[in-house]
């Protein structure tokens, strides 16, 4: 784990002391210029919608206030391609390889981390409405005071040495997932002056076909910093921004523990079915 | 091929992996699909580059691949590997300068006369959404020639899927994420 003071790659010193130092030239967006770009796009999209566009339902690749997307996303169309053999299948993950007890994030340390104890709990589902059962969920995320642990993350909030806010889980037969963590706090980066990411919590998922294949971010409602934030804010449809926000639910709220979040996560649909009912027609 | 069938619910979005999954997704072996023991092992390897053609050193890239037999294998154990059982699954975060190394073996073709390829999936910071790829191996031109995507390609963007083989036997694919020579990136049916 680094402190933001050891190097072994040779790389310069960084340090608490120049963290507040941001690159120059990342920094000379203000956050209303920012919001400015953001909804222009926004507008944009709800005229062709207006004018019978069908409505979007992932973000887009290519998000100029996201100014890390500017040099990072293909400039052409993704290609079409019907799904051959090896895309029709999964990678298989099971118990051999996550212990149960990697879903509580709150316990990988000798102490209790601090925060707000959260469960987050849902379901991995296909397009088809299928659970995703058996599969791995991967989540990371920071900790109560807005910081990884990762010697990349300079912002000068505390680590906790009870958290490193890692976790995984195997999905159950209802493609069910459950994760004990703390709740992350905002924190500030480097994308314009003053740019704070949302509360979020990344997950990796897999589906029954390597096409479905996502990762994501899941985050809190209410939210203030939602309307600021260019990688939210890439997803234009609204609709389509409110499926990565999790629900308050009190039943998965538990006696003087912890307070429980809902989330459902929806994958594309898988081709296998269909394509192999197609095969036997001939 | 038919129409696939609409979706009955919509997908969640995705969004971007982000600088800071260094404790959550890299694991030990993660980039050993085979053994380097293994006599049949090869190398895949390459850099990933941005618009600029500068590389990108925060990227995460996974393979997904049948045996050498052509065989679609369904094995745990990716997680915790054992350097014998082939999973068919692989993950790897590049280096500082961008490049990346797989160890696994060359996938058979899955059906007679089929194209072997490996899948490849892009994850990175300030890529908002995950990329789909396929890695050709270069050896049988003429299923090559057959292959349906391929045909669909300009002889330029068909040669950024197809990776070259060097002297020593490894597989080169670089990955150029825009501007010249840019790697040819796919969608499938029923995405939304």
């Keep these: ?282 | 091929m038919a129409q696939a069938p609409e979706l009955k619910l919509v997908p969640t979005p995705g969004q971007t992996i982000g600088p800071f999954y260094g404790y959550a997704l890299p694991f030990e072996k993660d980039n050993e699909l085979a053994s380097q023991a293994n006599p049949n092992s090869v190398r895949l390897h390459g850099v990933i580059t941005d618009g600029n053609g500068e590389v990108i050193p925060d990227a995460l890239l996974e393979i997904w691949q049948a045996d050498e037999h052509g065989k679609v294998v369904s094995r745990d154990g990716s997680l915790v590997r054992d350097g014998y059982t082939f999973t068919g699954w692989g993950r790897v975060a590049v280096d500082n300068v961008g490049h990346y190394t797989f160890t696994t073996v060359n996938p058979g073709p899955t059906e007679e006369g089929k194209a072997p390829f490996i899948m490849l999936t892009v994850f990175a910071r300030g890529l908002l959404n995950r990329l789909f790829t396929r890695i050709y191996l270069p050896e049988d031109t003429k299923a090559l020639a057959n292959d349906p995507l391929l045909a669909s390609l300009s002889e330029a963007e068909r040669s950024t899927l197809i990776a070259t083989r060097e002297q020593d036997g490894s597989l080169r694919f670089d990955i150029r994420l825009q501007g010249e020579n840019e790697t040819v990136f796919l969608s499938y049916p029923r995405e939304s």
């Design chain 1, 1 to 282: 784990m680094s402190t933001g003071t050891t190097h072994q790659d040779g790389t310069e010193a960084e340090s608490f002391a120049n963290s507040h130092l941001l690159d120059p030239a990342a920094t000379t967006a203000s956050q209303d210029e920012i919001s400015g770009e953001i909804a222009d796009i926004h507008e944009a999209y709800r005229q062709e919608v207006l004018a019978g566009k069908k409505a979007e339902t992932q973000p887009r690749i290519d998000f100029a206030p996201y100014r890390s997307s500017l040099l990072r996303h293909p400039t052409k169309n993704l290609h079409h391609a019907d799904p051959e053999t090896i895309e029709l299948h999964s990678p298989a993950f099971g118990q051999r390889d996550v212990h149960a007890l990697e879903s509580d994030l709150t316990i990988q340390h000798n102490g209790e981390p601090i925060g707000e104890r959260i469960v987050v709990a849902g379901r991995v589902l296909d397009g088809d409405g299928r659970p995703v059962a058996g599969q791995l969920v991967e989540i990371w995320q920071a900790n109560a005071a807005g910081r990884y642990i990762h010697k990349r993350d300079q912002h000068p909030a505390p680590i906790d040495p009870n958290f490193t806010g890692v976790g995984r889980a195997i999905t159950g037969p209802n493609g069910e997932y459950s994760f004990t963590t703390i709740k992350p706090a905002p924190y500030p980066w480097k994308n314009h002056h003053n740019a704070w990411r949302p509360a979020h919590i990344h997950f990796s998922l897999f589906g029954t076909d390597f096409t479905q294949r996502m990762i994501t971010q899941m985050y809190f409602p209410g939210d203030p910093l939602f309307a600021l934030d260019p990688i939210y804010q890439s997803i234009t449809d609204a609709k389509a921004r409110d499926r990565l926000v999790a629900t308050y639910d009190h039943s998965l709220t538990s006696h003087e523990w912890a307070t429980g979040y809902n989330w459902d996560i929806v994958l594309t649909g898988s081709n296998r079915t269909w394509m192999e009912d197609e095969e036997g027609e001939h």
